[in-house]
């Protein structure tokens, strides 16, 4: 193999597993070392920056980061990183807002258009305010937000804290165009925006065509629909039977939502196997907690009316079986359909993209899914001043995903805005900076903690099944959640080696606990890898190695399961092994390229 | 500074035959000048017990004074430990084995300890081929008193301090060779490909098997102008044979192309391997070892390797005829058989 490159910053950036998996690449082990440290404001700017929403990521994010945490693979529980997000946002001062960018008074002349109030635009918005554009922002609701206010419910997301976090960027100047249903893109474009953003989500929910469906329709409703019908105050309560058919997050918030409103025999039906789900693990429990069982592997076939109501629904009961390909198929079993008495009906299965408020003929074109075709990593669709982001650009995903892209958005906008290409982009901001204080001092907490995953309280069930505004989970306090941070194992602290000092004592790799390291003769990638001191299968991560050393071998370290405890640099003579953290951060807009 | 290692460990790595882990044989986390060989050959140990699934309860380690003997501290942290006075290791470790000659005794010295104020203890214990481990880490100096030659630092050897040895160094392998000790060898701690399945054969050979390891000290002798350094070593380093340690459980497949295989069996049906490039002295013959070492010397190189094994050796039990049970689970029936044993056996005198 050829030496590791370690000067591009992608080779580091992928040695830190949660700050990668996030699709805004927020520096985490940086802010969890910040909580550790009592610094819960820096914390919270640090999360600010990357993804604009702390206090709200910090409850509800689909948390990329924690399957990808390497805690995770070197014992059961990853951790808790949105939760510890939410310590920050939790104890952070009063007036924070005075670290946010100013807004200059000066307009650079500029008028840009948001449409959608969601988490996409409200970044593009924080992103190019304190630049000098000028911003209108136009939304359907009455308040900022979209899908954050419309779809989650409060026992999960409370009130104050979205309206707390979305004023922050309303109140950079942002002109806001509330109860305004934007109906017509021509209509917009007359306005003479320099640049229109797209943000309106993904916003229908997907029904389901079954004998019955017309005729019991009083008592079926599309999730989303229903959940912000909830949210705005339009419904009240639900049957005392509900079927839930789907098994995404959707599903658990409308499962949780009716035992609020009513619902004591909630379930969740599902077509596929209960692994196959794509709700979060941690959202599954949570509705099994609350007394809502699954039942799998069902698929709906009708709706049973009695005297034009609702009676119940049948399933075909099936089983799944997978080809050599991994691909599904649900075969039916030779048994009589299931009936299910129940109430009411909630629809969770998938949400389409729409766009009818976009005339055709506008020179904006749309994929054979109903996708806008856009420019890759510019967001910029085929009319040059129309960008996308959010569910509204490549389909329903989640709330940090939509951050991530508008703060790509953002820069081509401002690089649109003012001529210049949109594919010179400026890079990430990047440092490493050593940790030695002494001999054997770091500047970091390098003795790994053995504690295990905190778990978070929660508010009793009793109390939370009876108040839909009341938040269920409590989060973490200062000491519980101090512990937490204290099991990050810094992976941000990179392991680097200098070739040119290693005496190939070997006394790093006697050290290191996860035997990480060896001095092996070269050899290609997938030969190497069989050839360490132990095994080195997950091939998603990388192998360093260095440039040969004296002997002819070269030091090859498996960055899989590195904790990162400075024992190497340590336990070397000639501070071959030197620890420095590596610090990275997604460009701005507004950004020297 | 880290004063414990983190918990975690490397989830592929497999428990062995005997179901222990790999940290089942560790120990503390050292606290000895970073770099030092000392280390690697506590790595090498706790790597060999591994690949053995020895028992760690079944194994007592002892060691004297000095930077080697501090050592036991750092592996097999779960085995029974004696810390001896200086140079008193090899008594300690008779003693031990005669009371129970069921456990694995695994002595650790350095040159000082060993060479110097324990070469009394050396010479007799090797004499009466005690059924032991016997490893000297050889650093050429004394480490812990800031680095003056040892009686093993070659003449003309120069320490970083800069003046040269004066002094013949005393070459312990050649002395136990010509004592009687079953098994000699002796290796680098830069070299665990050699020292590792040579710590496993030493480990299972029935009398004393002693292991010279040269060792750096990296604060005083690690000097490109010490015959101790990595680097020197390195370059005047010469391998008799190609070692490999096959425990008695299981059947070799691996074929070597060229030269010559010598195989040597053990007590216990275990075999060493020894593929040399072309065939050469004969490593069960005492005279041709000890003449194999010294035209090594003479070319100025350092030879390693398995130096002499003699697969018949006897150990001191075997020697003085003692019983199967171990002394220390005799009972006082047996210990004191009373007076009319006593007078069968004066009758014999008669």
């Known amino acids: ?593 | 500074m880290s004063f414990t290692r983190p918990t975690f460990r490397h989830p592929g790595i497999q428990p062995n035959e005997g179901g222990y882990s790999r940290r089942d044989y560790e120990g503390l986390i050292s606290t000895l000048c970073a770099g030092c060989g000392h280390d690697s050959i506590t790595s090498a140990i706790i790597q060999a017990c591994f690949e053995l699934s020895l028992p760690p309860h079944r194994i007592a380690k002892l060691s004297g004074i000095g930077c080697s003997s501090k050592t036991p501290a750092y592996y097999l942290g779960k085995s029974h430990g004696f810390n001896a006075v200086h140079g008193r290791m090899p008594a300690i470790a008779t003693g031990a084995n005669m009371a129970n000659h069921e456990l694995i005794y695994l002595g650790v010295s350095g040159d000082g300890d060993t060479a110097s104020i324990g070469m009394g203890q050396f010479v007799h214990a090797v004499r009466r081929n005690l059924n032991m481990v016997y490893i000297v880490m050889n650093n050429g100096c004394y480490g812990l008193t800031k680095g003056q030659y040892s009686a093993t630092a070659d003449k003309g050897s120069r320490s970083r301090k800069g003046a040269a040895n004066l002094l013949e160094s005393i070459d312990l392998c050649e002395m136990a060779i010509q004592l009687g000790a079953g098994f000699v060898g002796r290796s680098f701690s830069g070299d665990k490909e050699q020292l590792v399945p040579l710590l496993k054969a030493a480990l299972s050979h029935r009398g004393l098997s002693f292991l010279d390891v040269i060792s750096p000290c990296v604060t005083f002798n690690n000097n490109p102008e010490s015959t101790k350094s990595y680097h020197w070593v390195r370059e005047h380093r010469e391998e008799n044979s190609e070692v490999d340690f096959v425990p008695f459980r299981q059947t070799i497949n691996a074929s070597y192309k060229d030269g010559a295989t010598e195989a040597i069996t053990l007590h216990d049906e275990s075999v060493i391997y020894l593929h040399k490039p072309q065939a050469g002295p004969s490593i069960t013959d005492r005279r041709q070892a000890i003449d194999t070492l010294e035209d090594h010397k003479a070319k100025g190189r350092l030879l390693t390797g398995v130096l002499y094994i003699n697969p018949d050796s006897q150990d001191t039990h075997d020697i003085l005829n003692t019983c199967q049970e171990p002394l220390n689970s005799l009972g006082a029936a047996e210990l004191c058989p009373g007076a009319a044993v006593l007078a069968q056996i004066n009758e014999a005198f008669r």
């Open chain 1, 1 to 593: 193999m050829q030496p590791s490159d370690i000067n591009d910053p992608e080779y580091f950036h992928r040695v830190i597993d949660c700050q990668y998996a996030c699709p805004a690449h927020t520096p985490v082990p940086e802010y969890i070392r910040l909580i550790s440290e009592r610094r819960y404001d820096d914390a919270y700017m640090l999360n600010w920056h990357s993804n604009v929403f702390p206090g709200i990521l910090g409850r509800v994010c689909d948390r990329p980061c924690e399957p990808a945490c390497r805690r995770g693979r070197v014992e059961k529980d990853a951790v808790a990183i949105c939760r510890l997000k939410r310590v920050c946002a939790d104890n952070r001062e009063d007036g924070i807002e005075a670290r946010f960018p100013a807004i200059p008074a000066a307009k650079n002349g500029k008028r840009i258009a948001l449409i959608g109030a969601g988490p996409a635009s409200l970044t593009v918005a924080g992103d190019l305010a304190p630049l000098g554009y000028t911003i209108d922002l136009y939304d359907d609701q009455d308040m900022g937000g979209g899908f954050m206010r419309s779809q989650l419910p409060s026992f999960r997301l409370p009130d104050e804290v979205l309206q707390e976090e979305v004023d922050y960027i309303l109140n950079m100047g942002i002109h806001t165009h509330f109860n305004h249903y934007v109906d017509s893109m021509a209509a917009m474009l007359a306005k003479g925006y320099d640049a229109i953003f797209v943000g309106t989500g993904a916003p229908r929910g997907r029904d389901l065509d079954l004998p019955g469906r017309k005729e019991g329709d009083a008592a079926i409703h599309v999730g989303i629909d229903w959940l912000a019908g909830v949210i705005f105050g339009h419904v009240h309560k639900t049957g005392r039977r509900v079927l839930v058919l789907g098994g995404g997050n959707t599903a658990m918030d409308c499962c949780r939502t009716a035992r609020r409103l009513g619902g004591e025999d909630v379930r969740i039906v599902v077509r596929s196997p209960r692994e196959d789900m794509k709700a979060s693990p941690w959202e599954i429990e949570d509705a099994l907690h609350e007394d809502i069982p699954i039942y799998d592997n069902h698929v709906p076939k009708e709706f049973v009316l009695e005297y034009g109501k609702l009676t119940g629904m049948r399933f075909e009961k099936v089983r799944a079986e997978y080809d050599d390909k991994g691909r599904r198929k649900l075969v039916p079993l030779d048994e009589e359909w299931v009936f299910m008495p129940c109430d009411e009906v909630l629809l969770a299965v998938g949400q389409l993209n729409a766009f009818p408020w976009i005339e055709a003929g506008l020179g904006i074109d749309f994929d054979e899914h109903g996708l806008p075709l856009l420019k890759p990593g510019t967001y910029q669709s085929t009319l040059p001043q129309v960008f996308f982001g959010g569910d509204a650009a490549y389909g329903p995903k989640n709330i940090i995903t939509a951050v991530a892209h508008g703060h790509e958005a953002a820069i081509s906008i401002d690089l649109f805005c003012q001529g210049l290409p949109l594919d010179e982009r400026p890079g990430p901001t990047v440092s490493l900076t050593g940790q030695q204080m002494g001999r054997q001092d770091w500047l970091y907490h390098n003795q790994v903690s053995d504690t295990q995953r905190q778990a978070v309280p929660t508010a009793p069930k009793a109390k939370t099944l009876r108040d839909r505004l009341m938040e269920v989970e409590l989060g973490f306090d200062r000491d519980r959640g101090r512990k937490e941070s204290y099991r990050c194992l810094n992976c941000d602290v990179q392991t680097v080696f200098y070739a040119q000092e290693c005496i190939e004592c070997d006394a790093c790799a006697d050290a290191c606990p996860l035997t990480c390291i060896s001095f092996v003769e070269n050899g290609p990638e997938e030969e190497l890898r069989t050839r360490l001191r132990a095994p080195a299968e997950n091939t998603a991560q990388s192998l360093y190695v260095s440039e040969p050393l004296a002997t002819g071998k070269v030091m090859v370290k498996d960055e899989n399961l590195c904790v990162h405890c400075g024992i190497c640099a340590e336990r070397c003579p000639t501070a071959a092994w030197q620890m420095q953290k590596f610090f990275y951060q997604t460009p701005r807009a507004g950004q020297k390229a």
